[in-house]
Every structure is written in structure tokens, then in C-alpha cells.
């Protein structure tokens, strides 16, 4: 069984900084493309930010030039470093990631991570 678990949420002040992280564990063979998605209240899930195996990274336009995803292969952790955040940055964020595993192909999802940016 895999799973992914996030860390790294809480409240952040309005211009700071906070860095997420999403650890995979399990019988993982190897992990393909990593995300980190959100989900604000009252709002529907929207893609933040990719990671290809290949290092390929793309943002969605809110966030290009304040965040930045990178992984860790051997680690198999994926992390998410938010500069400057809004009070629209709060959301509960998931990480998301396509993996080979003992059972085959999968797509995962974290459970989640509130963070919240406010003053």
C-alpha cells in the first residue's frame, strides 16, 4: 500500500514564507509526476503546481514567480516552497502523484494541509 503524507501547513503572515512537503511511502518503484493541488472553502480543487520525473516544473498563472515545486527522488518527497503568500493562498493543499508500485500503475492523494495566510 502507498500513501502520501503532507506536512508543513499552518499559518503564515501575509508576505512570509512556508515550505510543504508530501512524503511517499510504501512499495513505490519509482514515482512519475508529482503535484500539489489546493482547495479553498467553497471553492473546487485547482492544480497549483507540477514536477515531472524529468525535473519539467509548471505553475498555475496565480502563483508563477512566488512558488516553486521541487522533489527529492531519494527521499521520494515532493516539497512546495511558498514566498510572499496571500490571503488567497489559503486553502487545505494535496499532493498528488502517479507511481508504480507492487500493484501497478497508481494515482495517489494526500490527505491534506490547511494552510492559512493571514495577518
Known amino acids: 500500500q502507498v500513501q502520501l503524507v503532507e506536512s508543513g501547513g499552518g499559518l503564515v503572515q501575509p508576505g512570509g514564507s512556508l515550505r510543504l512537503s508530501c512524503a511517499a511511502s510504501g512499495s513505490i518503484f519509482r514515482l512519475y509526476a508529482l503535484g500539489w493541488y489546493r482547495q479553498a472553502p467553497g471553492k473546487q480543487r485547482e492544480l497549483v503546481a507540477t514536477i515531472s520525473s524529468g525535473g519539467n516544473t509548471d505553475y498555475v498563472d496565480s502563483v508563477k514567480g512566488r512558488v516553486t515545486i521541487s522533489r527529492d527522488n531519494a527521499k521520494n518527497t515532493v516539497y512546495l516552497q511558498m514566498n510572499s503568500p496571500k490571503p488567497e493562498d489559503t486553502a487545505v493543499y494535496y499532493c498528488?502523484?502517479?507511481?508504480?508500485?507492487?500493484?501497478?500503475?497508481?494515482?495517489?492523494w494526500g490527505k491534506g494541509t490547511l494552510v492559512t495566510v493571514a495577518s
Open positions: 498528488n502523484a502517479a507511481i508504480a508500485g507492487m500493484q501497478g500503475g497508481m494515482n495517489c
